[in-house]
């Protein structure tokens, strides 16, 4: 077996370094210049990321075509020392999983980059949304190329933090502010499970290590972490007297994270919020990158939640529950971006139980949850870019407000129409390939329950793509806009018709030979599921047809009959106003507001009541000393008298 | 006079240099004060190479070492008959401490460039508090310790007093008194540590080879620390730093809470857990409960208020915890963590405090919500605001992260002689506070200066001017330095902690007493 080298992969590093380059220097120095020098810059620097990425899979795969997959750490340094033995090494690892999120990442970066420079073209803002960018695009290379738990964190929150400073772009409009701070609370919230998840890691880990830790490894590495010899023994000790692993309680834990990140129900709430952020932003982070690193992360600990058993099966089944309850989320939805948001969770709730039904000895979910997140990143990212086409054109998110547009946005529609295909999983579209390959792992993982899960979210799949197809392009126009409707510039054009191409092919590419666990496997289309699948996409089309083509008239009387129930799936069911009511009427009414008051009150009170006392005292004793000798002549005798008086109870 | 000497007589003689001015030239006052502290950077620069130099020698004998080893020693002797002595020196933790406030006094100076009344008297007992601070940190005899101590702790009164905000009487008188009630039981201690040593000396390391009985340590190691942890805000006596805090000038909250609740935490490290190591295992656990509710306290608290001030005082409250639980963790992640928080909570909380003087400074008020959409009248204000938000919050790539981690691993891994399980509970407990902080952060941030501008006088309002943007640029760099390049600071401090937690982890017997 070869190790695999290559001049790019000798110097993967660059691919993480050259974004946050060009972010310090267009932050720094070019954005005061120009914007539009910002935007041009920063597009720049990302294609050359980008380019690299390729390239490094290339001389990857070439030389590595059907052996063992290695793991090749190009470059890395000593960056924390917590103590002797406990030692953070940031560096860059090279594996199939790796290099292809480096793959994914790059290339819708660039895409959606190369967009935005149209798409802000008439910001004033747009060098600081240019300098977000990059910043988010380094972060997440920095997450994905993470050998280590704590490298992975570290720029886990980094992503956070861009993601927030993006959604809160538009800054003084009240409701993108309040979405960013929901993001990263909620994400934060998730990633208080994560960060004890990785104490309780680094105590294990560390302990274990003197007796089974390798050379060049650290205690936090996943290369440790996920080690057979390891996890044997995490698996064995226990908390306490409770009948939990240790084992299974941090891969919990740190699953939460994992949750939080990829807006896992019920720590969803904060991804439809983030729909504030501009379109490219939508594009980029809350559907192609950042919220799939929950999914990875899970991904690259795959052997210790395996091993745990249980932790799988919890990342199963809150996967399998976020996908369907999503999709009926999203047939109910007005704005085209929150349905696509929505749309995402059931797709991140698709790659996750995907990896929940995979097990070592049967690991084609694994490669399904990856092959699906590939092809999911180019039709969603699609999707939102010719959403944000649409919406520059008719200044209005919502779909009622549409209608008619198929002759105005000729490119516009084709583009999203290939994607709307993909997403609904018709042969022979990317998400066609990757739907069926999970929905045949879940199967033959012997999980029915998820099987049929996944198979009737791939019907509401259809059905809520569709809707949206129809009212946005079909029909009449019934918007109040009476701006002539322009097609995109040119420029905006290359990264639609890009994306649409990728989510044709990109169900051709042979995952299964790339990024697998154990032996190469050629699945090929699975009958027993493609078939079902596909007729129930298809009935989802007709269904969208039936109840959307004529203005949506017909969903309407629909709508109406189902009175109660269509308006509490319509409020999301009443999730968010939950999480309210514990924080503002629990948690602050409660809690903090009583701490507070505790504070100025009790606390200090007793520090004011020990200063009143003092000066109390004072002012008293002060009366005594009065300068006149008479008095303290008065209080001289009475002392004596008193004196003699105790002296002479003493000796009765 | 050596080179340490000379940190202590910069800012003395800085003080004397703004004395001789007369008063109505308060623009050259200020220029002889940054001048001043400006030299004082550079000289603490000069500092830390040769301490560098010298002490990365020592690395490995370090590791056993049961005696700090200190650099650039000066020591005469001061009055024989008592046993004082003048003995200054720097070992990691003073140098990382001189650093601190090295950088803190000049953009202190530097956000106070704007004030106007009675230029001359505030900048001479600003300077002084300074010289009583670089006193503590390089002292190495307890006596000379107290004294610098007092110094630094006295000029406060006058400062917030007559330049203060609000119920600036009160809290001024409040703030006094509190800390003197923490001296008073400092002094007891250290008069007790000098008599049962029976060596007649004030002489820190004396007494570190001194023989006191497990009973002693038991009954002084609480005094000690509850009489530092008055000054670094040990729940429940932290009251006086809301208020102090709230009233105080610009620059003194600066030098207030980035520094003076430093001198807590080192305090409490330096002399109860160094030289009453068993009283430190016995008391430990207590302390961690105390600095666990410090933590949690003080982020909830911090979420219910309105005055930016009062807001930032309660995060340092919290954030104040951090340093206190790490030392009370008692192992070297604890102690790394602990030492590396009050780095990183001087700075951060001394660029909030800068940036709520240069807004107060515009808009004329501190009150939250009163504020709104400032980001777009000052993008800098607001950039540094958010750097500072972030950092308290612990982002990675700040220094507050790698801080925060120290503690947290420190609280979870334990140590031998405390209830590990119990230890563990109480580090979730506070790791409960990064989600807390990000609340209050955020929600507080985004009501300042996001949003629409909702006062109409706000619209003309300018951006800061360019020594305000070197005082807080510099602090912001440093946050942003510390957080990625963190073994600068961590070979800095180690080697000095080895002798501290060797002492506590071998047994009194080992020092050969």
Same mark, same amino acid.
């Given at each position: 077996?070869?190790?695999?080298?290559?001049?790019?992969?000798?110097?993967?590093?660059?691919?993480?370094?050259?974004?946050?380059?060009?972010?310090?220097?267009?932050?720094?120095?070019?954005?005061?210049?120009?914007?539009?020098?910002?935007?041009?810059?920063?597009?720049?620097?990302?294609?050359?990321?980008?380019?690299?990425?390729?390239?490094?899979?290339?001389?990857?795969?070439?030389?590595?075509?059907?052996?063992?997959?290695?793991?090749?750490?190009?470059?890395?340094?000593?960056?924390?020392?917590?103590?002797?033995?406990?030692?953070?090494?940031?560096?860059?690892?090279?594996?199939?999983?790796?290099?292809?999120?480096?793959?994914?990442?790059?290339?819708?970066?660039?895409?959606?980059?190369?967009?935005?420079?149209?798409?802000?073209?008439?910001?004033?803002?747009?060098?600081?949304?240019?300098?977000?960018?990059?910043?988010?695009?380094?972060?997440?290379?920095?997450?994905?190329?993470?050998?280590?738990?704590?490298?992975?964190?570290?720029?886990?929150?980094?992503?956070?933090?861009?993601?927030?400073?993006?959604?809160?772009?538009?800054?003084?409009?009240?409701?993108?502010?309040?979405?960013?701070?929901?993001?990263?609370?909620?994400?934060?919230?998730?990633?208080?499970?994560?960060?004890?998840?990785?104490?309780?890691?680094?105590?294990?880990?560390?302990?274990?290590?003197?007796?089974?830790?390798?050379?060049?490894?650290?205690?936090?590495?996943?290369?440790?972490?996920?080690?057979?010899?390891?996890?044997?023994?995490?698996?064995?000790?226990?908390?306490?007297?409770?009948?939990?692993?240790?084992?299974?309680?941090?891969?919990?834990?740190?699953?939460?994270?994992?949750?939080?990140?990829?807006?896992?129900?019920?720590?969803?709430?904060?991804?439809?919020?983030?729909?504030?952020?501009?379109?490219?932003?939508?594009?980029?982070?809350?559907?192609?990158?950042?919220?799939?690193?929950?999914?990875?992360?899970?991904?690259?600990?795959?052997?210790?939640?395996?091993?745990?058993?249980?932790?799988?099966?919890?990342?199963?089944?809150?996967?399998?529950?976020?996908?369907?309850?999503?999709?009926?989320?999203?047939?109910?939805?007005?704005?085209?971006?929150?349905?696509?948001?929505?749309?995402?969770?059931?797709?991140?709730?698709?790659?996750?139980?995907?990896?929940?039904?995979?097990?070592?000895?049967?690991?084609?979910?694994?490669?399904?949850?990856?092959?699906?997140?590939?092809?999911?990143?180019?039709?969603?990212?699609?999707?939102?870019?010719?959403?944000?086409?649409?919406?520059?054109?008719?200044?209005?998110?919502?779909?009622?407000?549409?209608?008619?547009?198929?002759?105005?946005?000729?490119?516009?529609?084709?583009?999203?129409?290939?994607?709307?295909?993909?997403?609904?999983?018709?042969?022979?579209?990317?998400?066609?390939?990757?739907?069926?390959?999970?929905?045949?792992?879940?199967?033959?993982?012997?999980?029915?329950?998820?099987?049929?899960?996944?198979?009737?979210?791939?019907?509401?799949?259809?059905?809520?793509?569709?809707?949206?197809?129809?009212?946005?392009?079909?029909?009449?126009?019934?918007?109040?806009?009476?701006?002539?409707?322009?097609?995109?510039?040119?420029?905006?054009?290359?990264?639609?018709?890009?994306?649409?191409?990728?989510?044709?092919?990109?169900?051709?590419?042979?995952?299964?030979?790339?990024?697998?666990?154990?032996?190469?496997?050629?699945?090929?289309?699975?009958?027993?599921?493609?078939?079902?699948?596909?007729?129930?996409?298809?009935?989802?089309?007709?269904?969208?047809?039936?109840?959307?083509?004529?203005?949506?008239?017909?969903?309407?009387?629909?709508?109406?009959?189902?009175?109660?129930?269509?308006?509490?799936?319509?409020?999301?069911?009443?999730?968010?106003?939950?999480?309210?009511?514990?924080?503002?009427?629990?948690?602050?009414?409660?809690?903090?507001?009583?701490?507070?008051?505790?504070?100025?009150?009790?606390?200090?009170?007793?520090?004011?009541?020990?200063?009143?006392?003092?000066?109390?005292?004072?002012?008293?004793?002060?009366?005594?000393?009065?300068?006149?000798?008479?008095?303290?002549?008065?209080?001289?005798?009475?002392?004596?008298?008193?004196?003699?008086?105790?002296?002479?109870?003493?000796?009765? | 006079?050596? =080179?340490?000497?000379? =940190?202590?007589?910069?800012?003395?003689?800085?003080?004397?240099?703004?004395?001789?001015?007369?008063?109505?030239?308060?623009?050259?006052?200020?220029?002889?004060?940054?001048?001043?502290?400006?030299?004082?950077?550079?000289?603490?620069?000069?500092?830390?190479?040769?301490?560098?130099?010298?002490?990365?020698?020592?690395?490995?004998?370090?590791?056993?070492?049961?005696?700090?080893?200190?650099?650039?020693?000066?020591?005469?002797?001061?009055?024989? &008959?008592?046993?004082?002595?003048?003995?200054?020196?720097?070992?990691?933790?003073?140098?990382?401490?001189?650093?601190?406030?090295?950088?803190?006094?000049?953009?202190? @100076?530097?956000?106070?460039?704007?004030?106007?009344?009675?230029?001359?008297?505030?900048?001479?007992?600003?300077?002084?508090?300074?010289?009583?601070?670089?006193?503590?940190?390089?002292?190495?005899?307890?006596?000379?310790?107290?004294?610098?101590?007092?110094?630094?702790?006295?000029?406060?009164?006058?400062?917030?007093?007559?330049? *203060?905000?609000?119920?600036?009487?009160? &809290?001024?008188?409040?703030?006094?008194?509190?800390?003197?009630? #923490? $001296?008073?039981?400092?002094?007891?201690?250290?008069?007790?540590?000098?008599?049962?040593?029976?060596?007649?000396?004030?002489?820190?390391?004396?007494?570190?080879?001194?023989?006191?009985?497990?009973?002693?340590?038991?009954?002084?190691?609480?005094?000690?620390? /509850?009489?530092?942890?008055?000054?670094?805000?040990?729940?429940?006596?932290?009251?006086?730093?809301?208020? *102090?805090?709230?009233?105080?000038?610009?620059?003194? $909250?600066?030098?207030?809470?980035?520094?003076?609740?430093?001198?807590? #935490?080192?305090?409490?490290?330096?002399?109860?857990?160094?030289?009453?190591?068993?009283?430190?295992?016995?008391?430990?656990?207590?302390?961690?409960?105390?600095?666990?509710?410090?933590?949690?306290?003080?982020?909830?608290?911090?979420?219910?208020?309105?005055?930016?001030?009062?807001?930032?005082?309660?995060?340092?409250?919290?954030?104040?915890?951090? /340093? =206190?639980?790490?030392?009370?963790?008692?192992?070297?992640?604890?102690?790394?963590?602990?030492?590396?928080?009050?780095? &990183?909570? *001087?700075?951060?909380?001394?660029?909030?405090?800068?940036?709520?003087?240069?807004?107060?400074?515009?808009?004329?008020?501190?009150?939250?919500?009163?504020?709104? #959409?400032?980001?777009?009248?000052?993008?800098?204000?607001? @950039?540094?605001?958010?750097?500072?938000?972030?950092?308290?919050?612990?982002?990675?790539?700040?220094?507050?992260?790698?801080?925060?981690?120290?503690?947290?691993?420190?609280?979870?891994?334990?140590?031998?002689?405390?209830? /590990?399980?119990?230890?563990?509970?109480?580090?979730?407990?506070?790791?409960?506070?990064? /989600?807390?902080?990000?609340?209050?952060?955020?929600?507080?941030?985004?009501?300042?200066?996001?949003?629409?501008?909702?006062?109409?006088?706000?619209?003309?309002?300018?951006?800061?001017?360019?020594?305000?943007?070197?005082?807080?640029?510099?602090?912001?760099?440093?946050?942003?330095?510390?957080?990625?390049?963190?073994?600068?600071?961590?070979?800095?401090?180690?080697?000095? =902690?080895?002798?501290?937690?060797?002492?506590?982890?071998?047994?009194?017997?080992?020092?050969?007493?």
């Amino acid at each position: 077996m070869t190790e695999p080298a290559g001049i790019v992969l000798k110097n993967a590093w660059l691919i993480p370094a050259i974004p946050l380059a060009s972010f310090v220097l267009v932050g720094l120095v070019v954005r005061p210049l120009s914007r539009r020098l910002a935007g041009i810059v920063a597009t720049a620097a990302i294609f050359v990321s980008a380019a690299m990425a390729w390239i490094l899979a290339w001389e990857y795969f070439s030389a590595t075509p059907h052996g063992e997959p290695t793991a090749v750490i190009p470059w890395t340094f000593e960056w924390l020392r917590y103590q002797t033995g406990l030692t953070v090494k940031l560096g860059v690892l090279v594996d199939p999983l790796s290099i292809l999120l480096m793959v994914v990442v790059t290339t819708v970066s660039a895409l959606v980059h190369l967009y935005s420079i149209g798409y802000m073209h008439d910001d004033e803002g747009s060098g600081r949304f240019f300098t977000w960018m990059n910043l988010f695009t380094f972060s997440m290379l920095g997450l994905v190329v993470a050998p280590n738990i704590v490298q992975m964190y570290v720029f886990w929150e980094l992503v956070g933090v861009s993601s927030f400073l993006l959604i809160g772009y538009y800054y003084q409009k009240p409701s993108a502010v309040a979405a960013s701070n929901k993001a990263f609370i909620v994400t934060r919230f998730a990633d208080l499970g994560f960060m004890i998840g990785i104490l309780i890691l680094g105590f294990y880990g560390f302990r274990l290590f003197s007796e089974l830790g390798d050379a060049g490894l650290q205690p936090f590495d996943f290369a440790f972490l996920t080690s057979p010899a390891v996890l044997e023994r995490l698996a064995t000790m226990h908390l306490g007297t409770c009948d939990i692993s240790i084992l299974t309680l941090s891969m919990v834990l740190v699953f939460m994270g994992a949750a939080g990140k990829s807006a896992m129900f019920p720590l969803h709430i904060w991804l439809p919020d983030a729909m504030e952020g501009p379109t490219p932003v939508s594009a980029l982070i809350h559907a192609a990158t950042m919220v799939v690193a929950g999914v990875y992360l899970v991904a690259r600990l795959f052997a210790a939640f395996a091993a745990s058993g249980t932790a799988l099966m919890v990342v199963a089944y809150v996967g399998a529950f976020t996908c369907l309850f999503a999709a009926i989320i999203g047939l109910t939805q007005d704005d085209i971006k929150r349905v696509l948001a929505f749309s995402t969770l059931s797709q991140l709730g698709y790659m996750m139980f995907a990896l929940g039904v995979a097990t070592v000895g049967h690991p084609l979910g694994y490669t399904a949850s990856m092959f699906h997140l590939f092809t999911h990143a180019f039709f969603k990212s699609l999707l939102f870019l010719a959403a944000g086409a649409v919406i520059h054109a008719v200044h209005t998110n919502n779909i009622w407000e549409m209608g008619g547009l198929v002759r105005k946005l000729p490119i516009t529609h084709a583009t999203f129409l290939v994607a709307t295909l993909a997403i609904a999983g018709i042969w022979p579209l990317a998400g066609f390939f990757s739907k069926d390959e999970i929905l045949g792992a879940a199967l033959d993982g012997g999980h029915p329950v998820i099987f049929a899960v996944g198979l009737l979210v791939a019907g509401l799949t259809a059905l809520y793509m569709f809707r949206i197809y129809f009212l946005t392009f079909w029909g009449k126009f019934r918007g109040m806009v009476t701006d002539p409707v322009h097609e995109v510039p040119a420029l905006m054009r290359v990264p639609l018709v890009i994306l649409a191409v990728a989510s044709i092919v990109a169900g051709f590419v042979p995952m299964g030979r790339f990024v697998r666990i154990g032996e190469e496997h050629h699945a090929g289309i699975n009958l027993a599921v493609a078939i079902p699948a596909s007729i129930l996409a298809l009935i989802g089309i007709g269904l969208a047809w039936i109840l959307y083509s004529a203005d949506g008239r017909r969903a309407a009387q629909c709508t109406v009959r189902m009175g109660a129930f269509y308006t509490v799936i319509k409020q999301k069911f009443y999730i968010d106003e939950a999480y309210l009511f514990v924080t503002r009427r629990i948690l602050f009414r409660f809690v903090a507001r009583p701490i507070a008051w505790f504070d100025r009150h009790v606390v200090d009170g007793g520090v004011n009541l020990s200063g009143w006392i003092a000066r109390t005292t004072g002012s008293v004793l002060r009366h005594l000393q009065t300068g006149q000798v008479q008095v303290y002549g008065v209080w001289f005798v009475g002392g004596a008298l008193l004196v003699l008086l105790i002296l002479w109870a003493g000796w009765r | 006079m050596g =080179l340490v000497s000379g =940190l202590i007589a910069i800012p003395f003689l800085t003080t004397l240099a703004v004395l001789t001015v007369p008063a109505a030239r308060w623009r050259a006052i200020r220029w002889i004060a940054v001048t001043g502290c400006a030299i004082h950077l550079i000289l603490t620069a000069v500092v830390t190479a040769l301490f560098w130099q010298q002490a990365s020698a020592d690395v490995a004998t370090m590791k056993t070492a049961l005696l700090t080893k200190l650099y650039l020693v000066e020591q005469v002797e001061w009055f024989r &008959s008592l046993g004082i002595e003048y003995f200054v020196g720097i070992d990691g933790i003073s140098m990382a401490m001189v650093i601190l406030t090295s950088i803190i006094i000049f953009t202190g @100076v530097l956000a106070s460039w704007y004030v106007e009344t009675r230029t001359k008297e505030f900048f001479v007992l600003l300077l002084t508090l300074v010289t009583g601070v670089f006193g503590v940190f390089v002292s190495f005899d307890l006596f000379l310790f107290f004294m610098f101590y007092e110094l630094a702790v006295l000029p406060m009164y006058l400062l917030i007093g007559i330049w *203060g905000t609000g119920p600036k009487e009160y &809290s001024a008188m409040k703030l006094t008194l509190m800390l003197l009630v #923490g $001296s008073a039981f400092i002094l007891v201690g250290f008069l007790a540590l000098y008599h049962a040593s029976g060596l007649h000396s004030f002489n820190l390391l004396k007494l570190a080879q001194a023989n006191f009985s497990g009973e002693f340590q038991r009954w002084v190691f609480p005094m000690i620390f /509850v009489g530092f942890g008055v000054i670094g805000a040990l729940y429940p006596l932290h009251t006086w730093s809301p208020d *102090g805090h709230s009233s105080a000038p610009t620059a003194v $909250s600066m030098l207030h809470a980035g520094v003076l609740m430093k001198l807590g #935490g080192y305090g409490a490290l330096r002399i109860a857990v160094y030289l009453l190591p068993e009283g430190a295992k016995d008391w430990g656990l207590f302390f961690m409960v105390l600095t666990t509710v410090n933590i949690l306290y003080g982020s909830f608290g911090a979420i219910m208020q309105r005055d930016l001030k009062y807001f930032t005082a309660y995060s340092s409250v919290s954030h104040c915890g951090f /340093v =206190l639980f790490g030392v009370a963790a008692l192992n070297l992640m604890g102690l790394k963590g602990a030492v590396l928080q009050m780095f &990183s909570h *001087g700075i951060m909380t001394g660029l909030f405090f800068a940036l709520i003087g240069m807004v107060y400074g515009r808009t004329h008020t501190r009150n939250i919500d009163e504020m709104g #959409g400032l980001a777009r009248r000052m993008p800098w204000l607001a @950039v540094m605001f958010y750097i500072a938000g972030l950092a308290s919050l612990g982002l990675p790539g700040l220094s507050g992260f790698i801080a925060e981690t120290h503690v947290f691993l420190g609280g979870f891994f334990g140590n031998d002689w405390t209830n /590990v399980t119990v230890m563990r509970i109480l580090t979730i407990l506070s790791t409960m506070s990064i /989600v807390v902080t990000a609340v209050y952060v955020l929600r507080g941030l985004s009501r300042v200066f996001y949003g629409p501008i909702r006062n109409s006088h706000f619209e003309h309002l300018d951006d800061a001017k360019l020594p305000e943007r070197i005082s807080t640029g510099v602090l912001a760099a440093v946050l942003v330095i510390a957080g990625v390049v963190p073994w600068l600071l961590i070979d800095l401090i180690e080697g000095a =902690l080895m002798p501290i937690l060797n002492r506590l982890n071998g047994s009194i017997a080992m020092t050969g007493f």
